[in-house]
């Protein structure tokens, strides 16, 4: 067990619904990541958080995609007009990284059990 | 564009044997490398590796960095049935961006 909690597991859902998921990451972590995981793929970093500022997202990200961690705790991924190359997993990890000058070694991601979504 | 390579893609072996996986990194201000163990669920961290040389070694897995030849090593001995999964390589690019590879599947036969 991780710490990292994420809520749904699963989620099946029509094309042009919203979706959104949530992130709970362990406790003491400043940082909160999202990714998105396909199969037979590694996952792709989509966006991170520190505290609760989006501090970079990536080009995966289009506008449908928003992201949220409003007091620097749990955090949401909203999907908007769902389509079917949305199926994937999506992974929340979180990590402790030390202000400037903190060393690299702090900062190893723990991942939750991910929501696999399913875009019918 | 940065990128983080393994090898084999995936592998079949026998309980016992001994298994080498393989990750290369061209990655721009690298600053350190992780390995992950992915069964049917999230990944799960096994080590991380910033120095070149220092071997990391937890019970019959071990790891090795080489930041000249940016590559490192993962080495599971004794392998056992339940150390079929997918092994991640992940380089941390500066302060945030993580680069995956696609990930060595290995499955150990009884």
């Known amino acids: 067990d991780t710490g990292v909690s994420q809520d749904p597991r699963h989620k099946i859902t029509k094309r042009g619904q919203n979706v959104t998921f949530r992130c709970d990451p362990i406790?003491?972590?400043?940082?909160l990541y999202w990714y998105r995981q396909t199969l037979g793929q590694g996952p792709e970093f989509l966006t991170y958080?520190?505290?609760?500022?989006?501090?970079?997202k990536s080009r995966l990200l289009s506008d449908r995609f928003s992201a949220e961690r409003p007091k620097g705790s749990f955090s949401t991924l909203e999907i908007q007009r769902t389509e079917q190359g949305d199926s994937a997993m999506y992974l929340c990890?979180?990590?402790?990284?030390?202000?400037?000058?903190?060393?690299?070694?702090?900062?190893?991601?723990?991942f939750g059990p991910g929501t696999r979504l399913t875009v019918l | 564009e940065d990128k983080v390579v393994q090898s084999p893609l995936s592998l079949v072996v026998h309980e016992g044997d001994t298994v080498t996986l393989n990750c290369s990194y061209e990655?721009?201000?690298?600053?350190?490398l992780l390995w992950y163990k992915q069964e049917k669920k999230a990944p799960t961290f096994l080590f991380m590796l910033?120095?070149?040389?220092i071997e990391k070694k937890s019970g019959r897995l071990s790891s090795i960095l080489d930041k000249k030849e940016l590559f490192s090593i993962l080495n599971i001995t004794a392998t056992q049935t339940g150390d079929s999964a997918v092994y991640l390589c992940?380089?941390?690019?500066?302060?945030?961006?993580?680069?995956f590879g696609t990930g060595t599947r290995l499955k150990v036969l009884a």
């Open positions: 990890a979180s990590s402790l990284w030390l202000s400037a000058g903190g060393s690299p070694s702090t900062d190893t991601q723990y």
């Open positions: 406790s003491e972590h400043n940082r």
């Open positions: 958080f520190q505290n609760e500022a989006q501090l970079e």
């Open positions: 990655v721009t201000n690298f600053r350190s």
């Open positions: 910033t120095s070149s040389g």
């Open positions: 992940a380089v941390l690019s500066g302060t945030y961006k993580y680069i």
